[in-house]
């Protein structure tokens, strides 16, 4: 079936610090998500994008968050000072369409913020 | 808040039988999801449903959104079955994210 790829698996940094959490969606999808999973927890949506913008967006997705996707290239999430409680595993996921489309998910990235 | 309410939360199967795992919504939704992540942590879309039921292989899922619930159904399980199986479902109020449940853990046995 379709594949969305997340880059990295793992990262591993220090409080304050910033990163850049990447995916490569399905090439011929035109919606992107980013979830949060907090271990033991259910995740949790983040927010959606299409055509270069924030279409939607959740009471999760703090100031410090940010999505783009520049030229075709990696949809990103940076997250812009890290705070303890970012520690999570993030998933990617896209779709074709947006209301009630099937959604395609990434294997997600384990962010460990210490 | 909307839930999803999945059980069992775990499972545990021999090869060859069969089981039902199941999904209670407390709002009314659009259409459900069900997938499977493997031991690699890849999460595999098993079935979408907007209303009805559907059949793959050895899985059949039902969703009735009137009665806010969906199945699925394992039949003849094997070992490669093992996982942990998510739902989640689009609110009819806002059905552009899905909505999760907790997952349940399914072991395989010879």
């Known amino acids: 079936g379709p594949k969305v790829l997340q880059i990295p698996s793992h990262q591993i940094i220090d409080m304050g610090q910033m990163v850049t959490l990447n995916c490569d969606p399905v090439?011929?999808?035109?919606?992107f998500y980013w979830y949060k999973q907090i271990l033991g927890q259910q995740m949790e949506f983040l927010v959606n994008?299409?055509?270069?913008?924030?279409?939607?967006k959740s009471k999760l997705f703090k100031d410090q968050f940010s999505v783009e996707r520049p030229d075709g290239s990696y949809f990103t999430l940076k997250i812009q000072p890290t705070a303890l409680e970012d520690s999570a595993v993030y998933f990617c996921?896209?779709?074709?369409?947006?209301?009630?489309?099937?959604?395609?998910f990434g294997p997600g990235t384990r962010l460990t913020v210490l | 808040g909307d839930q999803v309410e999945q059980s069992p939360s775990a499972l545990s199967l021999h090869e060859g039988t069969g089981s039902a795992l199941r999904c209670n919504f407390t709002?009314?939704?659009?259409?459900v999801q069900w997938f499977r992540k493997n031991s690699r942590g890849s999460l595999i879309n098993l079935f979408y449903?907007?209303?009805?039921?559907k059949e793959n292989g050895r899985l059949k899922s039902a969703f009735d959104s009137k009665e806010r619930y969906s199945t699925l159904h394992i039949r003849d399980a094997q070992l490669e079955d093992s996982g942990t199986y998510f739902c989640?479902?689009?609110?009819?109020?806002?059905?552009?994210?899905?909505?999760w449940g907790l997952g349940t853990s399914l072991v395989v046995n010879p």
């Open positions: 989640a479902g689009f609110n009819v109020g806002d059905n552009s994210k899905l909505i």
């Open positions: 709002t009314t939704m659009r259409a």
């Open positions: 449903l907007a209303s009805g039921t």
């Open positions: 090439s011929n999808h035109l919606y």
């Open positions: 994008f299409y055509n270069g913008k924030v279409m939607e």
């Open positions: 996921a896209s779709s074709w369409g947006r209301r009630s489309y099937e959604q395609y």
